[in-house]
């Protein structure tokens, strides 16, 4: 089946501070990306969809300018959390989407924000 | 709009006993319903997908869901529980539009599984 890798899975960074996540697609091409964000014991919220070669599109209540995503290739997504806040401290997913309907999970990155 | 309601926060079975998780979406046309996977420390992994035809889908690891447009259900069932299912499960349906495809989440079921 299709795999998708996400780096890192867990960092800890200090308030004030930028994180990069990246999001592979490891064998399979995605024009399509999807970056989630899941609360602890929660289900997952979609935040953005992300398009190779074009903007990302924000879900409603996204700071997109926080939520920085960039699609520069068929199999790499990032999203940078700007000037990160405790508030910020999350689980953030990311999936790629093949042609048939199915997206395929990353296993996420647990963020930590001191 | 698009909706899955999973009535179920958390069930409990024996192990070897059989297993119904419920989900009902709320949907205009005809859904493209999904049911993941999620343990601790993984991702998501697809366990079946309902398209169109068999109203009974087979999945991975021995799931079955049933289609039901009456009940605007897809329910997820497994015959006899293993251990290792405990997990959080949850059902998606596709919310199609504007040119993307967007999963739309319960909020999950977990399972825990007694020996």
């Known amino acids: 089946g299709a795999v998708v890798s996400q780096h890192p899975s867990w960092v800890i960074c200090k308030s004030g501070t930028s994180v990069k996540i990246e999001c592979r697609s490891l064998?399979?091409?995605?024009?399509?990306m999807f970056w989630y964000r899941q609360f602890p014991k929660q289900s997952l919220m979609l935040m953005a969809t992300?398009?190779?070669?074009?903007?990302?599109?924000?879900e409603q209540g996204v700071e997109k300018d926080k939520f920085l995503i960039n699609h520069a290739s068929l199999t790499l997504s990032t999203l940078t959390v700007t000037s990160a806040h405790p508030e910020d401290s999350s689980f953030y997913i990311c999936?790629?989407?093949?042609?048939?309907?199915?997206?395929?999970f990353g296993p996420g990155t647990r963020l930590t924000v001191t | 709009a698009q909706s899955v309601t999973q009535p179920d926060i958390h069930i409990t079975v024996s192990e070897g006993a059989s297993l119904e998780l419920r989900c009902n979406y709320s949907?205009?046309?005809?859904?493209?319903l999904f049911w993941y996977v999620q343990s601790p420390g993984q991702g998501l992994q697809l366990l079946l997908k309902?398209?169109?035809?068999?109203?009974l889908v087979q999945g991975i690891k021995g799931f079955e869901a049933e289609f039901k447009r009456s009940q605007s259900s897809f329910n997820l069932r497994k015959p006899s529980v293993h251990w290792s299912d405990a997990a959080e499960y949850f059902c998606?349906?596709?919310?199609?539009?504007?040119?993307?495809?967007?999963?739309?989440f319960g909020a999950g079921t977990r399972l825990a599984v007694h020996p």
């Open positions: 992300s398009n190779e070669g074009s903007k990302a599109t924000y």
């Open positions: 998606a349906v596709v919310r199609r539009g504007g040119g993307y495809n967007k999963l739309i």
């Open positions: 999936s790629a989407l093949t042609g048939t309907y199915e997206q395929y």
């Open positions: 309902y398209f169109s035809g068999d109203t």
């Open positions: 064998d399979f091409q995605a024009t399509t």
């Open positions: 949907y205009g046309a005809t859904p493209y």
